[in-house]
């Protein structure tokens, strides 16, 4: 039985998820850090010596550097050690008393480091006693100014970790759900696989025990292609829709052997669906389910029909069996169609549509309706 077009031969299911864009490590982010602050103050130096002279004056050029070197030097510290730990922003009142006194005391030693020039350089030399000659610069105007530069700094720093620290905090809480989920999803994917192992192997024994033993051998083939597809892959993910029918293939190969005249199905898919992505492993159980509670129950068999076709930016898939319209939950809820819904859950946030439940000209439907996706 060929239900499908030939798709090239590729491993089943991917091994690897996204690991999402590389993060900074810390030293990286301290190091870029005062790498721009440097730069930012060396650009504000050279700006200021030109403003005073020329860069090629050399004490025009150390006035700058003396004038921003200091604050580069102030926010560098704020900025190494708010990532340490100390956040600069943190507001408590003996805190923000202790910046009040240490901006002070910063403002009063900047300005007489910058008072010094006039003693040590000739052309800007005064006649006055060195302490006046070093206060000189403490007025009203310049140590206001030095407070609200200081300020300035450490708030913005400030506000910068703090947006950093709830950025990371976010992609941690991201990352802590989306390894949870993943773990969720691997024990739904694990509770499908050893029910179809136990199914297809009880139906061998019985094979075996009739005397069938051709048949029996003809199930086993199609077990190791089973296996062998799914064993390749190590973490749950989404294939194609071509490469999940060639999985519902060998099932429904393997079932009507077992089942002989009273199995019949009819897969029609749009070709166009063929590339659309689904969830690995998604329409195995869907058909495991209507032939174990539609046909098996039937004492003369019945038909297995699914279809799949786009529509728009949609796929929509459906699988319904013309027995007696029973399942292993009347209300479409039963553990295989639940591990089914959890899935896509995850997969399609409020994005997907199951529906399923017994039809009233008899047999059982499961509607699927998943957004399109292809590969790349």
Same mark, same amino acid.
């Given at each position: 039985?060929?239900?499908?077009?030939?798709?090239?031969?590729?491993?089943?299911?991917? #091994?690897?998820? +996204?690991?999402?864009?590389?993060?900074?490590?810390?030293?990286?982010?301290?190091?870029?850090?005062?790498?721009?602050? &440097?730069?930012?103050?060396?650009?504000?130096?050279?700006? #200021?010596?030109?403003?005073?002279?020329?860069?090629?004056?050399?004490?025009?050029?150390?006035?700058?550097?003396?004038?921003?070197?200091?604050?580069?030097?102030?926010?560098? +510290?704020?900025?190494?050690?708010?990532?340490?730990g100390a956040s600069v922003a943190h507001r408590s009142l003996p805190r923000m008393a202790v910046q009040v006194l240490i901006a002070c005391a910063a403002g009063?030693?900047?300005?007489?480091l910058l008072g010094s020039f006039s003693l040590f350089i000739p052309e800007w030399e005064t006649h006055a006693p060195p302490i006046r000659v070093l206060t000189? %610069?403490?007025?009203?105007?310049?140590?206001?100014?030095? $407070?609200?530069?200081?300020?300035?700094?450490?708030?913005? $720093?400030?506000?910068?970790?703090?947006?950093?620290?709830?950025?990371?905090?976010?992609?941690?809480?991201?990352?802590?759900?989306?390894?949870?989920?993943?773990?969720?999803?691997?024990?739904?994917? %694990?509770?499908?696989?050893?029910?179809?192992?136990?199914? #297809? =192997?009880?139906?061998?024994?019985?094979?075996?025990?009739?005397?069938?033993?051709?048949?029996?051998?003809? %199930?086993? &083939?199609?077990?190791?292609?089973?296996?062998?597809?799914?064993?390749?892959?190590? #973490?749950?993910?989404?294939?194609?829709?071509?490469?999940?029918?060639?999985?519902?293939?060998?099932?429904? +190969?393997?079932?009507?052997?077992?089942?002989?005249?009273?199995?019949?199905?009819?897969?029609?898919?749009?070709?166009?669906? =063929?590339?659309?992505?689904?969830?690995?492993?998604?329409?195995?159980?869907?058909?495991?389910?209507?032939?174990?509670? &539609? $046909?098996?129950?039937?004492?003369? &068999?019945?038909?297995?029909?699914?279809?799949?076709?786009?529509?728009?930016?949609? =796929?929509?898939?459906?699988?319904?069996?013309?027995?007696?319209?029973?399942?292993?939950?009347?209300?479409?809820?039963?553990?295989?169609?639940?591990?089914?819904?959890?899935?896509?859950?995850?997969?399609?946030?409020?994005?997907?549509?199951?529906?399923?439940?017994?039809?009233?000209?008899?047999?059982?439907?499961?509607?699927?309706?998943?957004?399109?996706?292809?590969?790349?």
């Open positions: 039985m060929s239900l499908l077009p030939a798709v090239p031969a590729r491993p089943l299911f991917p #091994t690897a998820i +996204a690991n999402g864009p590389r993060r900074l490590s810390a030293p990286s982010i301290q190091w870029r850090g005062a790498l721009l602050i &440097g730069t930012a103050s060396l650009i504000l130096a050279l700006a #200021t010596a030109t403003e005073c002279r020329s860069i090629t004056h050399l004490p025009s050029l150390l006035y700058g550097l003396v004038l921003w070197g200091w604050w580069g030097v102030i926010a560098s +510290a704020f900025w190494l050690t708010g990532l340490k009063v030693v900047h300005l007489m000189g %610069m403490l007025n009203l105007n310049r140590f206001g100014l030095e $407070i609200l530069i200081y300020g300035f700094t450490f708030g913005l $720093i400030g506000v910068i970790q703090a947006r950093m620290r709830a950025q990371g905090d976010a992609l941690r809480s991201l990352e802590l759900q989306r390894q949870l989920s993943a773990a969720q999803l691997k024990a739904l994917q %694990m509770q499908i696989e050893p029910h179809f192992l136990f199914n #297809t =192997l009880n139906a061998i024994t019985t094979l075996v025990e009739l005397g069938r033993r051709s048949h029996a051998a003809e %199930m086993l &083939g199609h077990l190791n292609v089973i296996l062998k597809r799914t064993l390749e892959r190590s #973490t749950p993910e989404k294939v194609s829709l071509a490469q999940e029918l060639e999985i519902v293939e060998n099932y429904l +190969a393997i079932e009507q052997v077992r089942f002989a005249d009273r199995l019949s199905v009819d897969i029609k898919v749009d070709p166009g669906a =063929l590339h659309s992505l689904i969830p690995c492993f998604l329409l195995q159980p869907i058909v495991e389910n209507a032939i174990r509670h &539609g $046909i098996a129950n039937s004492e003369s &068999g019945g038909t297995v029909r699914a279809s799949a076709r786009r529509e728009g930016d949609r =796929l929509r898939i459906t699988v319904r069996d013309s027995g007696s319209g029973g399942s292993s939950d009347p209300s479409g809820n039963g553990i295989g169609l639940k591990n089914t819904r959890e899935r896509l859950a995850w997969f399609y946030p409020e994005r997907h549509l199951l529906q399923a439940g017994p039809l009233r000209s008899g047999g059982f439907e499961v509607v699927i309706d998943i957004p399109h996706e292809t590969a790349g």
